[in-house]
Structure formats: C-alpha cells, structure tokens
C-alpha cells in the first residue's frame, strides 16, 4: 500500500505499535531522546514563557451589525451571528427614585429596530441602520423607541478572547446612576467585567453613546452577560445596542494541538500523548506532517510549530 492510500489518521500509529514489545521499547527510546533532545529543552524554557503568558491566538473580530435583519420583534430567544440570545428582561427591579417595576412592565423581546434617525445624528455610532432594542416596542420605518433593558445573556458559539458592545441610552434625570454591566464568564464564572454609571446632569433623556469591552484574562470565555442594576437589583434603563464585536481564537493554529485556542503546556504533553500511541485529541493525528507515517521528524516538525508558536 502506497503511503497516499493509508488512512492518514490513525494506520501508521497501528503499524507501528502492533507489537506490545516493540510499542514498549519504542516508546522507551522516544522518552529518552525526547528529553535530551536539544529542540525539547529549548521548548521546555519555551514552556515557562507560555505559562506566563498563556495568550489567546487571535482570529479576526465576528461584528453582530444587524442590518441583515428586517424591523421588528424576533421573541425572547434568537440566534445570530451562532451567538444565542436569551433571558431578555423578565425580572422585576427598581429605579433610583425608588419606583418599582415588574417583568410585565418592561416586556421580554429583542426588537430589531430601523434607526436612522439616531444614526443621522451619532454617525460614528454601530452600523446604520439597524440596532438591537428590547421590551416591548418599535417605531416602523427610520424613527425609534429606546426599549426598557434589565438583562440579556449572550453564549458563543465558542470560547472567545475579547468582545466589545455600542451601547446608546439616556442619561440623566430619571435615569442617573443606573450601572450598565457587561460579564464575560467561563463555565458560568465570571472571568472580566466592565461598567458604565449613568450620568445624572441636568435635564433628562439625553442620548448618549458608550462601548463596553471585555477580555479573557487568559482563561477564554463563552458567555455575555449584559445588565442594569441600581442598588444592587435590577433597573431598566433604555437602551438599543450595536455591533456586537466578538473575537475569538484562531484555532487553525498547528501547534494548539488540542484546539482550545492556546498554544501552551498542555498542547505539549497532548501531542506526546499522541505521538507515544496513548491518546490523540478528537481528529487529531500524531502523523504532524501528514506523510502517512508516524516517526521522529514528525516530533520534529510539531517541536518546530511549538516553536514558532505557529
Ligand atoms: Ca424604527
Ligand atoms: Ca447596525
Ligand atoms: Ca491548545
Ligand atoms: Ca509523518
């Protein structure tokens, strides 16, 4: 059989280590060569930098602009961008004078909403014409309503590096001193978390513009929340939103052998793993180089990547 015809992913890993006796001597020679090969030593120091550093490999930003979307209520769950929207409002809360408003007060639906006029008049703001509201209304055509907004969570489609959000809103008079928050988790834990408190000037409902970002502090994250809250309960300000910008790792990185969009130490010990015939990560092939054989210029060739941190 011609190297080509083999099954790349796993018929040189079974040829090789057929025999338990020449798996286990095998598997001893690699040990030893591997730790004093000098490409493994320089690796093992790059492993301490890695370990300091643990940096997301960034992939190109994914920006939610909603102008693909007609006006109109889209229920209180969709799905854009692979982004699930969810737990729109529906919670009770206050405001800072002190009245109270109920889920039913402030409705639970994202609303895409045309506009244009606030466009006209905050150019640099998200992407005309389209932005995302909340509540319980819209205005058809190039006017619009600022909905009320307690809350919405935001999962992604996969562990992601940095995500930033347009907010518009009123500020001042009954509205001053709401904070606006923005959660990044992992697993349900908080990882990063920004701010934004209302202003209380003169006057009232004053259109304002802010942006909110978050990174993964190293650990990655999979799910935004965004909230309202005045005195530690909810609050329901207005609020439409804009460009949804979510950056997520570039998992085409051969060196994060195990696709979590980090090149460190694990990667590392995943590919020896693999390479030694115990486990691969799903899809994965000890075979670096793709030749159809599993040997040492594939380590070689995986040491390389580990190097170059892709
Ligand atoms: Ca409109
Ligand atoms: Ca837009
Ligand atoms: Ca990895
Ligand atoms: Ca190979």
Redesign the pocket.
Known sequence: MLPDERGLADAPKVAIFRDPLIRRRRTRRMRLTMSTHPRTVRSLSLLAALAASNLALAGPADVSAYDDLAEGFLGDAFEYHGILYTECNNVAGSFPSGETFTPQDIGDQFIIENSTFLFDAFPDFGSRDNTLTFGTAYIPGPNLSLGAFARATMTLPASASHASVEMAFYENGPWGGIVFHLDALRDGQVVDSATYTIADGGGRDNVTTTTLSVSDQGAGFDQLKLYATWNDGYSAPRLMIDNLTVTYPDTTCPA?????????F??FT?YVDCFEGIECPPGQSADFNADGFVDFFDFQDFVDAFEAWC
């Open positions: 994060d052998f195990n696709a979590d969009g980090f090149v460190d694990f990667d995943a």
